[in-house]
C-alpha cells in the first residue's frame, strides 16, 4: 500500500475509533491496477476502475469490511451491492503548482516560456494549455514520492501539479509554489473527499460509519457526480467542477474542454435549499441489524452510490438535479460533441 494511501486509511480509521473506541481494526493492503501501470497515461489503459476494482473484490467476496478512496478515483455508477457509507469531510480541492526548487518564487504564469509540467491529468492539462499556452505538458505518473523525486532529481520537469489534500496529508505543504483557484484551474469531480465504500447489505458497518457522513461535502459530491454521470464522463474527457455549499444554497460550475484546450462550454447555477421537504431518517445503535436506512426514497445508486445517511431527501434531490441540469445546459451547447472527439483522440477505434 502507497504511503498516501495508508495515510488516508488510518485517517478513517482514527476517526472512527473517536467514535467507536471499543472496537479495533485491521488494515490490508494491496495495489490496483492503475498503481502497477505506470508507463501509460491514465485514459490509454483502458480500464474503468483502474484504482478500484483489485479493492472492491476484497470486498465483494467478504476479505475486507470497507475500504478507503480517494473519491476522485472512483468511477459515478458502482458494482452492484456496493455502496459509499461515509464521505468525510473535504479536504481543500484545490490544485496546487509544486516547482523545481530552481525557480524559486515564480509562478505559473512567471515562469519562462517552454517550462515543463507534469500532469497525468487530462482536465488539467486543456486548462494549462487554455490558460498558459507558453508552458509545455508532459505526462507524469507513479504515486506521490515518485513524483516528487522525478521533479527534484530529474531534468524533465520545471514543476508538477497534484492536489492540495494529498499534498496536505503527506505533510509537503511546505512544498507548495501556488494554490491553483478555479478561476485558472477547475478541479476534478469529488477531489479532495475521502470515501469508504462497503456493502450495501451491511448493516452493522453502514451504521459503524454514519457518524462520518459529512453532510455539506456529500450535498456538494452528490451534485458533482450527477454533472459527470450525465455527461458520461471520466479520466478519457477534460471535465471540471467548482461546488459551494452555503447555509440554505448550493450552487456549481461545470465546465468541458477539447484536449487542446481551445473549445470551452462553461456555465454555473444556483438552488435553494431553503423551503425543501424536512424528511429525515431515525437512526440506528450500531449493530442492531437493522438497516441503517429505510425511506423509498434512500437508495445509494439514486445518488450515483452515495449512501444518503440521514440528511434530508429533498436536500439530496436537490443536489442531484442541480449536477443533471447543468450538465444538460452543456449537453444543449455542444458537451457531448467536445467529449467525444476528446476520447476518439486518446484511444481512436481501429
Not at 525557480?103 to 487530462?122: C, E, F, H, M, N
Not at 509537503?172 to 447489505?201: F, H
Amino acid at each position: 500500500m502507497f504511503q498516501l494511501a495508508l495515510i488516508q486509511t488510518n485517517h478513517v480509521i482514527d476517526k472512527l475509533k473517536e467514535v467507536h473506541n471499543h472496537l479495533t481494526f485491521e488494515i490490508v493492503s494491496m495495489n490496483t491496477t492503475g498503481d502497477n501501470i505506470l508507463d501509460k497515461a491514465l485514459p490509454k489503459i483502458g480500464e474503468k476502475s483502474l484504482f478500484t476494482k483489485e479493492l472492491e473484490i476484497a470486498l465483494e467476496n467478504q476479505s475486507v469490511d470497507f475500504i478507503v478512496h480517494s473519491l476522485k478515483d472512483l468511477p459515478t455508477e458502482l458494482p452492484s451491492g456496493l455502496s459509499l457509507g461515509a464521505i468525510l469531510e473535504r479536504e481543500d480541492p484545490r490544485d496546487a503548482l509544486i516547482l523545481n526548487k530552481k525557480w524559486s518564487g515564480k509562478t505559473l504564469a512567471t515562469l519562462p516560456s517552454g517550462s515543463v509540467i507534469g500532469t497525468s491529468s487530462l482536465r488539467r492539462s486543456a486548462q494549462l494549455a487554455r490558460n498558459y499556452p507558453q508552458l509545455k505538458v508532459e505526462n507524469i505518473r507513479g504515486n506521490l514520492n515518485t513524483r516528487l523525486k522525478k521533479l527534484d532529481e530529474g531534468n524533465v520537469f520545471d514543476g508538477i501539479i497534484l492536489a492540495v489534500a494529498g499534498i496536505v496529508r503527506m505533510k509537503w505543504k511546505d512544498r507548495i509554489s501556488e494554490y491553483l483557484e478555479p478561476t485558472s484551474m477547475m478541479y476534478a469531480v469529488g477531489q479532495g473527499a475521502l470515501a469508504v465504500e462497503c456493502r450495501d447489505n451491511d448493516h452493522f458497518i453502514l451504521s459503524l460509519l454514519e457518524p462520518l457522513h459529512h453532510q455539506a461535502t456529500v450535498l456538494r459530491i452528490i451534485a458533482e457526480r450527477a454533472f459527470l454521470n450525465t455527461l458520461g464522463g471520466g479520466c478519457s474527457a477534460p471535465v471540471a467542477v467548482f461546488s459551494e455549499y452555503k447555509p440554505g444554497s448550493l450552487s456549481m460550475t461545470g465546465a468541458v474542454w477539447s484536449l487542446d484546450g481551445r473549445e470551452t462550454l462553461q456555465d454555473a447555477m444556483e438552488r435553494s435549499l431553503d423551503g425543501e421537504e424536512n424528511e429525515v431518517d431515525g437512526g440506528q445503535e450500531v449493530g442492531s441489524g437493522e438497516p441503517a436506512r429505510k425511506s423509498v426514497h434512500h437508495d445509494a445508486s439514486t445518488y450515483f452510490g452515495i449512501h444518503p445517511g440521514f440528511f434530508k431527501t429533498g436536500h439530496l434531490q436537490c443536489a442531484r438535479h442541480l449536477g443533471m441540469s447543468l450538465a444538460h445546459e452543456l449537453m444543449d451547447r455542444g458537451a457531448i460533441k467536445i467529449m467525444s472527439t476528446a476520447k476518439q483522440t486518446i484511444n481512436p477505434k481501429p
